[in-house]
């Protein structure tokens, strides 16, 4: 059974930092994309951040440059390491992994439950 618990949201003032983690169980890092995914009230869920098998990173464009998405395979744990944030990415923030080494946004079958961020102006 596959499970992946986010930890590292809360409220922060824009311009600060969060780093949210994903522990992974019954799924191993090394051998899926793995990605960050976020939900804004009344918004649809967006993809925006992943990895692949060989570390390489895709970013949505309304995070790139800010968020930067790593991965522990050792550890089995995915990291988003949030800089510079805006009230705009206030949101519920989800861990997924992919079907495979390579995955497009609508390739994530595994989710975990999400952890909050709130940005404050």
């Known amino acids: 059974q596959v499970q992946l618990v986010e930890s590292g949201g809360g409220s922060v003032q824009a311009g600060g930092s969060l780093r949210l983690s994903c522990a992974a169980s019954g799924v191993t890092y090394s051998n899926r994309c793995m990605g960050w995914f976020r939900q804004a009230p009344g918004k649809e869920r967006e993809g925006i951040a992943g990895i692949d098998t060989l570390g390489s990173t895709r970013y949505a464009d309304n995070v790139k440059g800010r968020f930067t998405i790593s991965k522990d395979n050792a550890k089995n744990t995915l990291y988003l390491q949030m800089n510079s944030l805006k009230p705009e990415d206030t949101a519920m923030y989800f861990c997924?992994?992919?079907?495979?080494?390579?995955?497009?946004?609508?390739?994530?079958?595994?989710w975990g439950q999400g952890t909050q961020v709130i940005v404050s102006s």
């Open positions: 997924a992994a992919g079907r495979g080494v390579l995955c497009e946004w609508g390739d994530y079958i595994y």
